[in-house]
């Protein structure tokens, strides 16, 4: 199947392109005018390959790479809710073994589906977070009795890491979490047993992504030697913010935002606007809308963190750090796949473009987690594709009127 879409607004996973010719050609895609080679025309994309059996007017829509949510948490379900609203890709941070391989067998074998990578289980201490939340009733919920491994020692740490890897991860999750910002006491590891978690981790060649939610367990983070952290900081003043993004950049590191799950986790109701969005609310299922309103309790957050976790993350901006989008959603909320929309709303609202923020859902984090064939829109690529009516480039809400998805090609329609 070769679908030819014309004249259509281009986001590229980098920058803007006001029209173009865009070739979907089976899986991958082809021939691009207009955004990479010029000299391409209309005729010479027909006759590349072969004849063209779809054909769409791009006119008035922009084209985007499938958006690529770099946290979140997914059990039976969540992978198709995150294709209905363009996320062909999930980047799981904490799983159990027996439900991961499930979401994986779908992945592969599903066309109606997020593809999906995973660290697996999270490294922490022993009744460190999140094994607070992570009860017999949760488990039964998820449909598990698989309880998470946690780490005491140096051998414990290898040994973790060695049973990760026969899992197949595709990264490592470590915990430093005392529970300090909201008043809670939690047993952390230690920074001499993060860096042995990040060192056993490197020499298999895996990234290392810390679960941190203030600015010092940040600091000792990265000090450990981790790739990236999985939450903006959350717990310091604006001024505080500047300091410690200087200190970041200092590291070759990234940052995830989940300023959604931030909001959600001290209560603020900001995100119940997706549903009075009816370009959300439309294809939203009912479980999902069920999630909002849910009362969270035994999570470490700073009581400010939504405008905490904002300084942070125009901050880092200024800084030079990376920032990736990431929403930290799961079956009981931030929800998948709309939530990564109100998560481009939210950067936007901290000060970013909205093309750095669309750029953090796409080729910024296709390329700092080493996904080298998606998030970018060039010839040869994964046909991860997201169409949608309007410009997100000046609107990023915008992103909401789909048209189209494709994953691997496979075409999805979704608008009326």
């Known amino acids: 199947m070769r679908t030819l879409i014309r004249g259509v607004r281009v986001f590229d996973g980098e920058r803007t392109v ?3 010719d865009v070739v979907i050609d089976g899986e991958r895609i082809g021939a691009v005018a207009g955004l990479v080679d010029a000299e391409i025309d209309g005729d010479r994309i027909r006759a590349a390959g072969g004849p063209v059996d779809v054909e769409i007017d791009g006119t008035g829509n922009t084209l985007l790479p499938g958006l690529i949510d770099a946290h979140t948490h997914a059990f039976e379900g969540d992978l198709a809710e995150a294709l209905t609203f363009g996320v062909t890709t999930e980047l799981d941070m904490n799983n159990l073994p027996p439900l991961l391989a499930a979401q994986r067998r779908q992945a592969a074998e599903r066309d109606d589906v997020a593809d999906i990578r995973s660290s697996s289980m999270i490294a922490t201490a022993p009744h460190g977070h999140p094994t607070q939340i992570m009860t017999a009733d949760l488990l039964k919920a998820l449909g598990t009795d698989r309880a998470l491994d946690t780490v005491a020692d140096s051998g414990e740490a290898k040994a973790f890491v060695e049973a990760r890897l026969a899992e197949g991860v595709d990264y490592l999750k470590i915990a430093i979490d005392d529970g300090g910002s ?3 006491r939690l047993p952390a590891l230690s920074p001499e047993l993060a860096a042995v978690l990040v060192e056993a981790g490197h020499a298999a060649g895996l990234r290392v992504i810390a679960h941190t939610v203030t600015a010092r367990e940040a600091i000792v983070a990265l000090d450990a030697g981790a790739d990236g952290l999985a939450h903006l900081y959350s717990d310091v003043n604006e001024e505080q ?5 200087a200190r970041i950049a200092s590291y070759d590191a990234f940052v995830i935002s989940t300023i959604t799950y931030i ?9 119940q606007e997706l549903l009075r969005d009816p370009r959300i609310a439309a294809r939203m299922s009912d479980r999902s809308k069920a999630t909002f309103g849910r009362e969270w309790a035994d999570i470490p957050m700073h009581s400010q963190g939504v405008m905490n976790a904002s300084h942070a993350a125009a901050a880092l901006r200024r800084a030079g750090v990376p920032v990736l989008a990431g929403t930290d959603c799961t079956p009981f909320g931030p929800v998948h796949g709309a939530g990564l929309h109100h998560e481009l709303l939210l950067l936007t609202e901290a000060g970013w473009t909205a093309e750095q923020a669309l750029a953090a859902a796409t ?17 040869g690529l994964r046909a991860d594709l997201l169409l949608v009516n309007g410009d997100p480039t000046t609107d990023i809400t915008a992103t909401r009127a789909i048209e189209e998805v494709w994953r691997g090609g496979v075409r999805r329609r979704w608008a009326d």
């Not at 913010?241 to 993004?245: G, V």
């Not at 909001?263 to 995100?271: L, M, Q, R, S």
């Not at 080729?363 to 010839?379: E, H, S």
């Open 182 to 184: 909201s008043g809670m």
């Open 241 to 245: 913010a500047e300091e410690t993004a």
């Open 18 to 20: 006001p029209a173009a």
């Open 263 to 271: 909001e959600a986790v001290t209560g603020d109701p900001n995100g």
């Open 363 to 379: 080729g910024t984090t296709a390329r700092l987690f080493g996904l080298a064939d998606r998030g970018r829109i060039a010839p």
